[in-house]
């Protein structure tokens, strides 16, 4: 027995070639939205009767028999390892409702709801379903495909999903896996980063990087999208076109953004190899700050971050959310009681230091997140 390598798994995503053939796509992820809600109509059924959770393997072997009668006949045009997919698709998500009832955690996690088709948007092949050919062509279930090839794909291939989004675009994602290159982990400069509304990060160095705002500087169009889109007749043709202009209006933000956090991630990874963040509770500062805070998508940008210094070896400290980094002074360790979020200067009451807001809090996490280093 070799030892076991560690290994990495990364998703290519492809676009797909624009053409007719793409109904039959759209056609098939319909069909899998079919057999989506025919599984949660069945566990609710089993539950009933039962009283006990219906087993993804029973639901498994079900559905293999249900795809043989006459009415479903156009499940058989569906991979059957996809309709797998699907059964094991609702387990996870009865799996972290259960967990999060066990704990008792409240929130996000509720237990599976039937899906609309228009919300359902994807399906997944494991090993067969599919083959790879000429370069930037695929066979998928039967019908050739062609996508945009502009990386080429490395590793062996776990599995192969067909994503569509509301702006009318079909995706290929391939998930890879391949072994981990050894990563050397390098000793250099550290830096403490705090978040902030006006400015994105405020560095313990003095350094700041503002934000670039993109949702804002596209408010006037976005609005006129959507003004425009409120005055079709709901369900029209002009209705869907004005629809999926206002999804495209969005999805332009929303990658202009992610530019923006990938190139600036790769700076900050290339400049530092310890870089100390505070952990946020985005939840409660949407509801200190309200819709704003999804603009500057934190979350999105610290996972970027993470993965661009684990990719040169560097390392992403995170210091805990309680930890009081606004309201102690960086030059004495005094904590003062109380900090209103208007205050951008203020003067330590013990050594008297004209402190910064951001660029303070950003010192204490340097020092506060080099401890655990
Ligand atoms: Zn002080």
Not at 82 to 91: G, H, K, L, P, T
């Amino acid at each position: 027995m070799s030892k076991q390598e560690k290994q990495i798994v990364m998703t290519y995503k492809y676009k797909m070639y624009r053409n007719k053939s793409l109904r039959h796509l759209d056609r098939l992820i319909d069909y899998h939205c079919e057999v989506y809600n025919y599984c949660i109509a069945l566990h609710r059924r089993y539950y009933k009767m039962y009283h006990k959770h219906l087993s993804a393997n029973k639901l498994k072997v079900h559905l293999t028999k249900v795809r043989k009668r006459p009415n479903k006949e156009h499940w058989r045009e569906l991979g059957s390892q996809s309709i797998q997919d699907v059964a094991e698709r609702i387990e996870r998500s009865y799996k972290a409702f259960f967990d999060a009832k066990k704990e008792q955690r409240c929130g996000r996690h509720s237990i599976p709801h039937f899906c609309k088709r228009k919300n359902y948007s994807s399906f997944t092949l494991k090993q067969t379903g599919y083959k790879f050919h000429d370069g930037n062509h695929i066979t998928i279930l039967g019908k050739d495909y062609k996508y945009v090839a502009h990386r080429p794909y490395e590793g062996t291939i776990k599995t192969v999903s067909i994503k569509r989004d509301n702006c009318g675009d079909f995706w290929l994602c391939i998930v890879c896996a391949k072994p981990a290159s050894e990563i050397i982990p390098r000793k250099g400069n550290a830096i403490g980063y705090d978040f902030g509304l006006k400015t994105f990060l405020t560095g313990s160095d003095g350094s700041r990087i503002e934000s670039p705002r993109f949702l804002e500087k596209n408010a006037t169009a976005l609005r006129s999208a959507q003004q425009a889109l409120s005055r079709k007749r709901k369900g029209s043709a002009n209705w869907r076109r004005a629809k999926m202009d206002v999804a495209r209006k969005y999805q332009y933000v929303r990658n202009r953004r992610k530019d923006w956090f990938y190139k600036l991630a790769a700076d900050i990874a290339s400049q530092y190899s310890d870089v100390c963040i505070e952990d946020l509770n985005i939840k409660a500062m949407q509801q200190l700050w309200g819709r704003k805070i999804s603009d500057y998508a934190f979350t999105e940008f610290v996972s970027i971050l993470q993965n661009q210094l684990s990719k040169t070896g560097g390392q992403l400290h995170k210091v805990d959310r309680f930890y009081p980094s606004s309201k102690t002074c960086s030059h004495c360790g005094h904590i003062v009681e109380e900090m209103p979020l208007d205050v951008r200067r203020w003067e330590s009451p013990i050594c008297h230091a004209m402190l910064d807001r951001d660029g303070n809090a950003a010192v204490n996490i340097l020092v506060e997140g080099m401890k655990s280093a």
